[in-house]
């Protein structure tokens, strides 16, 4: 023990500070009208521990089956171009006309079979056209 | 100052305070009041209040005696409640450490005989913070190990290591300084 730790013990114990009777007297009573208390300890009933271990084991059934599930990849977002696509639909000038019987039936179906072809024909030539 | 009973006393003690003995408890104690009630005048705004922390420090040790845990000194366990009750005191009664060094109330200074030469722990508590003039209480008072004094206030052995020799160096500076203008030697 150094000097100075000889000093510090020193000047504590020439520090006057005596437990009065009164003090000791106060501090006894005071003891005598409590008690220790005890450290908690809660008592849980019987069924608490087959509930609780079927709670684990459930749980740790769901966390298998989760674990175990065939792994479905998500589809990845492929970016699309935001820009407009340029309109490729052609205009289509129908000229339709309201179709007046005149002839016998068998004569306009074959007119109006004759009509289709030609605008299939005009239809096709317009999309070789295009494209 | 070590523990005033062997091991086995001392848990044999223990053992029966909690079993609700106030005989035990006292006699458990009874070396520690006056060391307690010592530290306690330091760390109070009156001896009143010292008193008091005193009182509160042995109920709530007897009440909480089962929370003792015999891997740490008994001492180092009651110093810990001791601290705890004496800033609690202050708190309730707003009083700041520093308003203690007033000469006129000062309960440390009414407890020591006035000397040429001042009591190095009036010279701790005005040099020192809060922590580490308890930490230099601890370990040159009540020999304390570091690494108790580092769990009793919350901190690393590093820490206190480090404040405790902060402490001595500034106690030493103190003293040098109060030797050299009174013409005499510092000791350290």
Redesign the interface.
């Known amino acids: 023990m150094?000097?100075?730790?000889?000093?510090?013990?020193a000047?504590?114990d020439?520090?006057?500070?005596?437990?009065?009777g009164e003090?000791?007297a106060?501090?006894?009573a005071?003891?005598?009208a409590?008690?220790?208390?005890?450290?908690q300890r809660t008592t849980r009933p019987a069924w608490f521990l087959w509930a609780s271990s079927l709670t684990g084991i459930a749980a740790a059934l769901a966390a298998l089956v989760v674990l175990n599930r065939p792994i479905q990849q998500t589809p990845i977002a492929v970016p699309v171009a935001e820009t407009p696509a340029p309109d490729q639909t052609p205009f289509i000038d129908w000229q339709l006309n309201n179709a007046v019987l005149t002839q016998s039936l068998d004569d306009e179906l074959d007119a109006i079979e004759s009509d289709l072809k030609k605008a299939e024909q005009l239809v096709r030539e317009d999309l070789n056209d295009i494209f | 100052m070590t523990d005033v009973f062997t091991e086995d006393q001392q848990l044999q003690l223990i053992e029966n305070?909690?079993?609700?003995s106030?005989e035990a408890?006292?006699e458990l104690l009874a070396g520690y009041?006056?060391r307690l009630?010592?530290f306690l005048?330091?760390r109070s705004a009156s001896?009143a209040d010292?008193?008091d922390a005193?009182?509160d420090t042995?109920?709530n040790a007897?009440?909480?005696?089962?929370?003792y845990n015999a891997r740490w000194r008994f001492s180092t366990w009651l110093y810990r409640i001791a601290i705890n009750n004496a800033a609690r005191l202050r708190r309730t009664e707003s009083v700041e450490l520093g308003d203690l060094r007033d000469e006129e109330g000062d309960?440390?200074r009414q407890?020591?005989?006035t000397s040429e030469r001042e009591?190095?722990?009036l010279v701790?508590r005005r040099e020192l913070s809060d922590e580490v003039f308890t930490a230099?209480?601890l370990r040159?008072?009540e020999d304390q190990s570091v690494k108790d004094i580092a769990a009793l206030l919350d901190r690393s052995v590093s820490w206190a290591k480090i404040n405790l020799m902060r402490g001595?160096n500034a106690?030493?500076a103190a003293?040098t300084k109060h030797a050299s203008a009174n013409g005499g030697q510092a000791?350290?």
Not at chain 2, 17 to 20: E, L, R, T
Request: aromatic share 10%; net charge negative.
């Open positions: 150094d000097d100075l730790a000889k000093q510090l013990r000047d504590a020439a520090i006057d500070a005596p437990v009065s003090l000791s106060r501090i006894d005071s003891l005598h409590i008690e220790p208390s005890k450290p | 305070a909690k079993a609700g106030v408890f006292n009041r006056e009630l010592r005048v330091t001896f010292a008193e005193l009182q042995m109920i007897f009440r909480y005696l089962h929370t309960p440390l407890c020591i005989e009591n190095l722990w701790a230099m209480w040159y008072v001595r106690l030493d003293l000791c350290g």
